[in-house]
C-alpha cells in the first residue's frame, strides 16, 4: 500500500519483493544442482552396474502363456539380466531352440523368465520335444565321409544312398531323400560361430517318418549308406534309378536272346517190319 503522507510504497514491501525473488532463485538453483547430482550418480552407478555384473539372456514370454499351450518363436524374447538372479533352469538364449515344440506345463506370466520346469519336459530340455507328430527321430552311425568331414551341422539337409551287392553286379542308388538333421553326435544347435572348425563325431540324428526308419534300418543290413549334404533351397529330387557297375563304365548291357525250345514230336506206335534174315 502507498503511504497517504509521502505518497511511496514503505520500503518493507520492496524488501519482500527481493527476498522472494531471491527466494526463488536459489530454489530454482538447488532443483537444478539436484537434478545433476541425481543423474550423476544415477550414471556412477550404472557404470559400476556394467562394469561388476554379469549378464545373461534369458527367454521371457512376449504375452502370457496358458497350460498346454505349445512354445513356438513367436511368443519369446531375449532379455538380459543379471547372473545373480537367473534361475539355473533358465531357457537361455543359447538353447531355447529345444524349448521350441514343448508344451507349457504351468501358466506362465509374460515377462517372466521361462523355466525347464514350465515345460513338459521337466527340469532339463527334452530331446523328444523337438520331433514332431507323426514323425520319428532316428539315430544313424557315420564314418569320416558321411559326416561330411566333420562339418555336418543339425538343420542341414541330406539325401542317404545306398550301395549294395558284389564285383560287376553291386549297384548304387538313393533310398531317401532330403532328410531333416536334428543332430550331430551331442549337438542339437547350429553352431553360428563361423569358425569353421572340424568337430567329431560318430553318429547323426535325423528326422524319418516310421517308413523311412524301416528302409533305413534295412539298408544298413544289405550294403553300405552314404550321404550327400544338398542346399536347404534346392528341393529337386534325384534320380532313382540305380547306377551299377557297368553303367559307370559306359557298358551296354548285352541281352541273350531267348530261344524257345520246341519239343520232339512223340513217333506213333506202329508195327515193326523186319525184312530179310533167317
Do not use: C
Amino acid at each position: 500500500m502507498i503511504d497517504p503522507t509521502t505518497g511511496k510504497k514503505p520500503r518493507k514491501s520492496k524488501k519482500n519483493l527481493i527476498m522472494m525473488g531471491l527466494a526463488l532463485m536459489l530454489g530454482g538453483m538447488g532443483v537444478f544442482l539436484s537434478k545433476n547430482y541425481i543423474e550423476e550418480q544415477v550414471a556412477y552407478y550404472k557404470g559400476q552396474l556394467e562394469q561388476t555384473e554379469t549378464m545373461v539372456k534369458v527367454v521371457v514370454p512376449n504375452r502370457k502363456l496358458h497350460r498346454g499351450e505349445i512354445v513356438s518363436s513367436k511368443v519369446l524374447l531375449i532379455r538380459e539380466i543379471p547372473e545373480k538372479y537367473a534361475d539355473s533352469n533358465s531357457v537361455t538364449a543359447a538353447n531355447y531352440d529345444v524349448a521350441i515344440g514343448q508344451r507349457v506345463d504351468f501358466d506362465v506370466d509374460e515377462g517372466r523368465p521361462l523355466l525347464w520346469a514350465h515345460l513338459e519336459g521337466g527340469l532339463s530340455p527334452t530331446f523328444s520335444g523337438k520331433v514332431p507328430t507323426g514323425l520319428r527321430a532316428m539315430t544313424v552311425r557315420v564314418d569320416e565321409i558321411n559326416s561330411i568331414s566333420g562339418f555336418l551341422q543339425p538343420k542341414d539337409r541330406i539325401d542317404l544312398l545306398l550301395t549294395y551287392g558284389s564285383g560287376k553286379t553291386q549297384e548304387i542308388t538313393p533310398i531317401i531323400q532330403n532328410l531333416d538333421v536334428i543332430a550331430t553326435g551331442v549337438q542339437t544347435l547350429v553352431d553360428k560361430n563361423g569358425s569353421g572348425v572340424k568337430r567329431s563325431f560318430t553318429t547323426i540324428t535325423v528326422q524319418v517318418s516310421p517308413e523311412q526308419a524301416k528302409k533305413i534300418t534295412l539298408s544298413q543290413q544289405v550294403g553300405k549308406m552314404t550321404a550327400m549334404l544338398r542346399n536347404p533351397e534346392d528341393e529337386s529330387p534325384l534320380s532313382t534309378t540305380p547306377m551299377s557297375v557297368s553303367s559307370l563304365f559306359g557298358e551296354k548291357k548285352v541281352v541273350k536272346p531267348v530261344v524257345k525250345k520246341t519239343k520232339k514230336k512223340a513217333k506213333k506206335p506202329g508195327i515193326e517190319y523186319i525184312i530179310g534174315g533167317s
